[in-house]
């Protein structure tokens, strides 16, 4: 799976956090990463919040996301070079200072850079790839490897090596297994169209449920 960078600028207002948040929930369901969506979408609060607070309402920002080997790594740009967030051991009563507390609490690494325009502010998250492009291993996916292990004899066959001819040969074998259901189904009179449908249905909910209800059913 290829993830490019992304990037979104915003505005430092309070309802643009929430915007943020689903922006993050999507891409990350598209990239097929829901299981730190919790995690990214608290550090996209608190680095946009913080900006809000210490850079001051209304300032032009970009929030930027990209992928630094198997890690989820979030960026918030803002032109302020001297508004720098700091770790504070804020107790639960005070007013400010647990922003920064709670990225650093889920983030594998946090850190600041200084530009000569801008400062971005950053993090990364733990995503459980076992390689940049690859996938985690969700139920669904593992019961893939499974069949595709006993139909090929290869094992792993998704991850049989880089590059376009690798994936090319694997899309082949994921493609020979669901024709071979199709021709299990027709024989047992089943009706292939509706069982397809009724397959990208469900796989749209599954998908659905990460990409905050955003179907990416192909059009007719």
Avoid at 27 to 43: R, T, Y
Avoid at 61 to 75: D, F, P, Q, T
Avoid at 164 to 186: K, N, P, Q, Y
């Amino acid at each position: 799976m290829m993830r490019k960078p992304w990037d979104f600028a915003f505005t430092a207002e309070p309802t643009e956090v929430a915007v943020l948040r689903r922006a993050m929930r999507m891409h990350l369901g598209i990239w097929g990463l829901p299981e730190v969506s919790d995690e990214a979408q608290l550090c996209v609060s608190e680095l946009a919040s913080n900006v809000i607070t210490h850079v001051g309402l209304g300032t032009p920002a970009i929030l930027a996301v990209s992928m630094n080997g198997m890690h989820l790594r979030i960026e918030v740009h803002d032109p302020d070079t001297r508004a720098l967030p700091t770790l504070l051991d804020a107790h639960i009563d005070a007013e400010g200072g647990r922003g920064m507390a709670l990225v650093d609490a889920v983030a594998a690494r946090w850190g600041v850079q200084l530009r000569p325009d801008r400062k971005i502010t950053w993090c990364e998250l733990v995503t459980g790839l076992r390689s940049p492009n690859g996938h985690v291993e969700g139920p669904g996916v593992q019961r893939a490897e499974t069949l595709l292990e006993f139909h090929t004899g290869v094992r792993s066959p998704c991850q049989p090596g880089p590059g376009r001819v690798g994936r090319a040969m694997a899309e082949e074998s994921v493609i020979a297994v669901i024709t071979d259901f199709l021709h299990w189904l027709r024989a047992h009179g089943c009706d292939v169209d509706e069982a397809l449908d009724r397959a990208q249905t469900r796989y749209d909910v599954e998908l659905g449920s990460c990409c905050d209800g955003v179907s990416r059913r192909p059009s007719a």
